[in-house]
C-alpha cells in the first residue's frame, strides 16, 4: 500500500521563476495537506484541499496557490519566488480531514537561488 | 488562534536514559498529535492524542485537555530516537494544524 508520495525530492530554482510541486495521497485518502518547513522550524500549514476546493488557508500570499484533482492528488504552485521560500515543502494526507491516520510525505526539498 | 509551545527547545540523552517532553497549547482544541521527524525530514505520526493517556512500546503520551497540555515520555532511549519531536494541534472547527517549533532529541550511544 502507497503511502503519500512527492515529487520531486529536490529542486533549484531562480528568484521569480514560478514552481510547481506534486503529491499522491494515501491510498483510501481524499484529503491533501500542505505545509512549509523552513530550516530549524516547525511546518507552517500552507492550505487543505477536499473535494478539489480549498477548505482552509493559511497565512501565506496569493502567489502559493494550489488544485485538487478527481484522483485526489494535489499540486502547490509558487510563484514569482523569493529566496525566502526556500524551504521543505510537505504534503499529509487524511480521509475526510480526519486526523487520525494523518500521513505525511517524504518532502520536496526547494532551493530558491 | 491557537499557540503550541514546546519545551524543552533542545535535550541529549546517553543512551538508556528516560525524558518527557512538554507540549502547551492555547483555545481549545480537539485534536493532538505527536510527531517524530527523522534527520532525513519524514514526519512519523507518533500518536493521536486529544485527551487521556496512550502507550506504543517505549512512547507514551498523555493529554491533559482542561489544563491545555500534552507530555510525551520516551523510556530507555535509543540512539534511533533521534530527530525532531513536534506536537500539533487543531482549533475546534477548524482544519489548520499548528505544529510547536519542536524539541531536538539526540541520543548519545
Known amino acids: 500500500d502507497a503511502g503519500v508520495t512527492q515529487s520531486p525530492t529536490h529542486l533549484i530554482k531562480t528568484r521569480g521563476q514560478q514552481v510547481t510541486l506534486r503529491c499522491s495521497p494515501k491510498?483510501?485518502?481524499?484529503?491533501v495537506s500542505w505545509y512549509q518547513q523552513a530550516l530549524g522550524q516547525g511546518p507552517q500549514f500552507i492550505f487543505q484541499?477536499?473535494?478539489?476546493?480549498?477548505?482552509q488557508r493559511g497565512n501565506f500570499p496569493d502567489r502559493f496557490s494550489g488544485h485538487q484533482f478527481p484522483n485526489y492528488s494535489s499540486e502547490l504552485n509558487v510563484n514569482a519566488l523569493l529566496l525566502g521560500d526556500s524551504a521543505l515543502y510537505l504534503c499529509a494526507s487524511s480521509f475526510e480531514g480526519l486526523v487520525v491516520g494523518y500521513t505525511f510525505g517524504s518532502g520536496t526539498r526547494l532551493t530558491v537561488v | 488562534g491557537i499557540q503550541v509551545e514546546q519545551s524543552p527547545p533542545d535535550l541529549i540523552l546517553q543512551e538508556g536514559a528516560n525524558s518527557t517532553l512538554r507540549c502547551n497549547f492555547s483555545?481549545?482544541?480537539?485534536?493532538l498529535q505527536w510527531f517524530h521527524q527523522n534527520p532525513w525530514g519524514q514526519l512519523i505520526n507518533l500518536f493521536y492524542?486529544?485527551?487521556g493517556t496512550k502507550q506504543n512500546g517505549r512512547l507514551s503520551a498523555t493529554t491533559v485537555a482542561t489544563e491545555r497540555y500534552s507530555l510525551l515520555y520516551i523510556s530507555s532511549s535509543q540512539t534511533t530516537d533521534s530527530g525532531v519531536y513536534f506536537c500539533?494541534?487543531?482549533?475546534?472547527?477548524?482544519?489548520?494544524?499548528?505544529f510547536g517549533a519542536g524539541t531536538r532529541l539526540f541520543v548519545k550511544a
Open positions: 484541499y477536499y473535494e478539489e476546493e480549498e477548505r
Open positions: 492524542i486529544p485527551s
Open positions: 491510498s483510501g485518502h481524499d484529503t
Open positions: 500539533a494541534a487543531i482549533n475546534t472547527g477548524g482544519f489548520k494544524t499548528i
Open positions: 483555545d481549545s482544541v480537539n485534536n
